[in-house]
């Protein structure tokens, strides 16, 4: 079956670590998003990524890094700097074709971050 | 720029009554529109979405949700609730640029009493 991975479904980590959150997907899809989900306030995007080693910072990307050195894969980094990270992340893929903009998003099943 | 508002960020019905989960939003352009169910602890899956074409679009789970453009409105609907439709939903409005970007409101959860 097709679909988009996230590992793992719960992390905790303590303050001043990094921390590294996976997404894969094997529905070949070019563009790959993050997305950081709060209470209330809907999805809030981090990063995207339309094409392998290019990607672009989204509302909310500061205290995150990013990487996309393979289609499949695109790797989400929480560093120290992100004052607030506990919360629940999602990972999303879409096709990309020229001219046609209506294609949905895809999403995975999320990670749920939590610094003690 | 795009937005998109939702009206009401919980909503409770009962078991077998109308479901009707606004949605309001702002677009330059001519919109796409997306509606996602998320449950709880789980990522958002597509209920049902609207492009071109006829206004009132039909998903999974008998939703459904009518474009109105004058209205600048997509409101989803569901004649008679079930149990298993109590979940947070979220209306998306897009794309606003060629990497085929969403914006979300803030959602809704939906509570159906038995």
Not at chain 2, 8 to 19: C, P
Not at chain 2, 54 to 73: M, Q, R, W
Request: proline share 5%.
């Amino acid at each position: 079956d097709g679909g988009i991975t996230q590992s793992p479904k719960y992390l905790f980590r303590k303050e001043g670590q990094n921390v590294t959150l996976s997404c894969e997907q094997n529905l070949n899809h070019d563009a790959m998003y993050w997305y950081r989900q709060d209470p209330g306030q809907g999805l809030r995007l981090i990063y995207y990524s339309q094409i392998v080693n290019d990607f672009q910072k989204g509302d909310i990307a500061e205290g995150y890094s990013v990487s996309r050195e393979k289609k499949e894969s695109f790797p989400l980094t929480v560093t120290s700097a992100q004052k607030n990270p506990t919360a629940f992340y999602l990972c999303a893929s879409s096709i990309l074709f020229s001219g046609k903009l209506d294609n949905e998003q895809f999403f995975g099943p999320g990670t749920r971050l939590t610094v003690l | 720029a795009q937005s998109v508002t939702q009206l009401g960020s919980h909503v409770s019905v009962s078991e077998g009554a109308l479901v009707l989960l606004r949605c309001n939003y702002s677009s330059s352009v001519p919109p796409y529109l997306f509606w996602y169910v998320q449950y709880p602890n789980q990522g958002l899956q597509l209920l049902l979405k609207y492009t071109t074409g006829a206004t009132l679009v039909k998903g999974i789970n008998g939703f459904e949700a009518e474009f109105k453009k004058s209205e600048t409105s997509f409101h989803l609907t569901k004649p008679s609730a079930h149990m298993s439709d109590a979940a947070e939903y979220f209306c998306a409005v897009g794309p606003y640029n060629a990497g085929n970007m969403l914006t979300f409101g803030g959602g809704t959860r939906l509570m159906v009493k038995p």
